[in-house]
C-alpha cells in the first residue's frame, strides 16, 4: 500500500536557511524588490480602483477573517517549508471583485503562526505576504483578460483552471528563487524540496482547487458571507487529511530509505567478509604454504634415506626437516597473530590496496585505467580499516560512476597523518545534486572520516573530474614512533 499527497497549496519559506547557509546580500536584494513591486502594485491599483473596494463593502472583513483561519491551519513539510490553505479564497476573491481587492486581502489577511510567535524574521514575513499577493494578482488578472463572467460557465471554468496554473507557477518560481540564491543549489534540487507527491495527483489537486474557487465564487454571489463559512469548514477537515497523508508519505519514504540503507549495509559487510577471505588467503598462499611444502620434501628425502638404508644421512636431514617444521609453525602463529590484531591480515594497508585495484580492474574489465602510488603506512587497526574501506569507496565510484579514463589512488604518511587521495578526470558532478537518501558512498565516506576524527575534501564540478582528499590521524603514540625509529 503506498501512500501520496499533492502540494495543492501555497508554499511559503522555511522558518530559517539550512544549517551552515547564510542569507546572501543577492536573496535580500531579491526579496525587498519582490516586497516593493507589491507594495507598489497594490497602492497605485487601490488608488485607481477605489469603486472595486466600494462594491466588495464590509463583505471584505468576512473574506478577510476566513484567509487568516486558514493562513493558521498551514501545514510544515519535512524540509521546514510552509503550505498554506488559503488559495481557493483568496482566487474566489479575486474572481468576484478582482485581482487588486484579492491581492490587498492577501498581504493583509496573510497569517503565519510563526509570525505570531516572533520565529521568523520580518523580511520572510513581508516576501511571504508578498509573495501571496503577487500569485493572487497575476492569476485572477489572467481570469479577467479570458474575459470570464462568473455565470458563463464553460469559459469561467476555463479562466479558473488558467489562473490556478499562474498561481502556482508564480508561487514556485518565486520561492525556488529564494532558495537558489540563498544556498547556490540546482533549480532542480530546491523543486524537489518544493514537491510533494506525484505529477498525477499533483495536477489533479491543482485542477479541483481551481475549480473550487470558480464555485466559492458563485455560492458567495448567490447566498453571501454564508456561502464562506459553509466553505471553510470542509477545508479545515481536509487540511487535517491532508496532513495525516502527508505524514503517511513521510513515513513511507523513511522506511524506503532504510530499507535502502540496510541492503546497502549488507552488501558491505559481503564485501569486507570477502576482503576477509582474501587477506587469509593470501597470507596462506605467501606465508604459510612455502615452508609447509619444505616440510613435505624434507619428508620424502628421509623416507628415501630410510628405504635405501642412508641412516648417516639422517644426522643431517632430521635437524633440516625440524627447522622447517619450526619455521612453519612461526609463520603460521605470526599469520593468526596479525589476523587478531589487524582487520587487514598480514599484509597491511599498502598489499591490501594493490589487492583491491587487482579485483576492481578484473570487475570491471573495460573501465577506466587505475594509476596506484601507495607507501606502506603507520597506524592503529582502526586507522588501517577506515582508509581501505574510504579508498574502496571512492574507487569503486570513480570506477562506476564517473565515465573517466584515469583513476588515480595514492596513500603516504603525512607528518603523524595518512594522506588518501582519489581523483579522476571524469565528468564531475554538482554535490548539491546528489540525492544521499538513495546514494550513500559520499555520506559513508564522511562518516569514516568522522569516526577516525580527520577530515574529507571534495574538489569536484560538473565536466571537470573529481578529486577526494582524506587525512586520517595515524593513531600512533610517541612511544610507538620512537620504537620505530
Sequence with gaps: MSASTSAAVRHRLP??????????????????VTIAVDLAILV?????????????????????????????????????????MDMPVLLAAGFLYGPIVAGVVAFVAFADIREIRGGISVSRALFNRAQTSLSVILATAVFVLVGSELRELPLAAVGALLAVGVDAITNYALVVAVLVLNERSPVRACMRRLWIGRLGDFAVTYLSFGLLSLLLAQVHAAIGSWGLVLFTLPIVLARKALSGSQQLHGAERRIRVQAHAVRESAERIFDA?????????AGLHDEVLPPLFKV????????????????????????????ATDEASNVTRALIRSLRSSPLGSHGLAQMLHLLVREV????????????????????????LLAYQIAREALRNAVRHARARTVRLSLHEDGRDLRLTVEDDGEGFEPGTVDEERHFGLSLMRERVDLAGGLLHLDTCRGDGTRI????PSGRTDAADGAKE
Design 15 to 32: 522558518l530559517k536557511p539550512r544549517r551552515g547557509v547564510r542569507t546572501s546580500p543577492s536573496v535580500l536584494w531579491f526579496v525587498g
Design 44 to 84: 497605485a491599483g487601490s488608488i485607481g480602483g477605489v469603486d472595486q473596494f466600494e462594491a466588495a463593502g464590509w463583505d471584505l472583513v468576512a473574506w478577510t477573517v476566513c484567509v487568516a483561519i486558514l493562513g493558521l491551519a498551514s501545514i510544515q513539510t519535512d524540509s521546514g517549508l510552509q503550505l498554506g
Design 273 to 281: 567478509r570477502r576482503d576477509e577471505r582474501l587477506a587469509v588467503a
Design 296 to 323: 613435505h620434501l624434507m619428508g620424502k628425502v628421509i623416507s628415501q634415506d630410510l628405504a635405501s638404508g642412508r641412516l648417516l644421512d639422517l644426522e643431517d636431514d632430521m635437524p633440516e626437516l625440524l627447522r
Design 361 to 384: 580492474e578484473r570487475d570491471v574489465q573495460f573501465g577506466p585505467r587505475i594509476e596506484l602510488d601507495v607507501e606502506e603506512c603507520g597506524g592503529s587497526p582502526l586507522i588501517q
Design 469 to 472: 582528499v582524506v587525512r586520517l
